[in-house]
């Protein structure tokens, strides 16, 4: 069956031999690559404690600008509000064929 046309293998297209070795490569590949990021995370964790960069007996306090984080929080959504009825305006006239044929020019 190896001298077969693919058009012409009888079989489906995932049960071919070159096939099965790919989706069994992706698999094992999909199992050792959070393994390995679980390691690799594992084994920096030490070295970069907080306590060790800061130069600290201790780990210190970890304070977060929360009126910084607010302000951003309060321009995004001012901006998705200024935005969003702008950009409404400026498209609503196109037909949906223009907006799909963009692509292809």
């Keep these: 069956m190896a001298d077969l046309d693919p058009a012409e293998d009888p079989r489906p297209a995932a049960t071919r031999p070159p096939d099965r070795r790919r989706r069994a490569a992706a698999a094992g590949?999909?199992?050792?690559?959070?393994a390995l990021g679980a390691l690799v995370a594992g084994g920096t964790i030490g070295p970069l404690a907080?306590?060790?960069l800061t130069g600290q007996?201790?780990?210190?306090?970890?304070?977060?600008p929360w009126?910084?984080?607010?302000?951003?929080?309060?321009?995004?959504?001012?901006?998705?509000?200024?935005v969003t009825p702008v950009d409404w305006a400026l498209c609503r006239h196109?037909?949906?064929?223009?907006v799909l044929r963009v692509g292809d020019a």
Excluded: I, K, Y
């Excluded at 951003?72 to 959504?77: E, K, P, Q, S």
């Excluded at 196109?94 to 223009?98: D, K, L, P």
């Design 94 to 98: 196109r037909t949906m064929g223009e």
């Design 57 to 64: 007996a201790t780990d210190p306090v970890v304070v977060l």
């Design 67 to 82: 009126t910084g984080l607010g302000l951003v929080a309060v321009a995004f959504l001012a901006a998705v509000a200024v």
């Design 50 to 52: 907080l306590r060790l």
């Design 29 to 34: 590949d999909s199992r050792r690559g959070p």
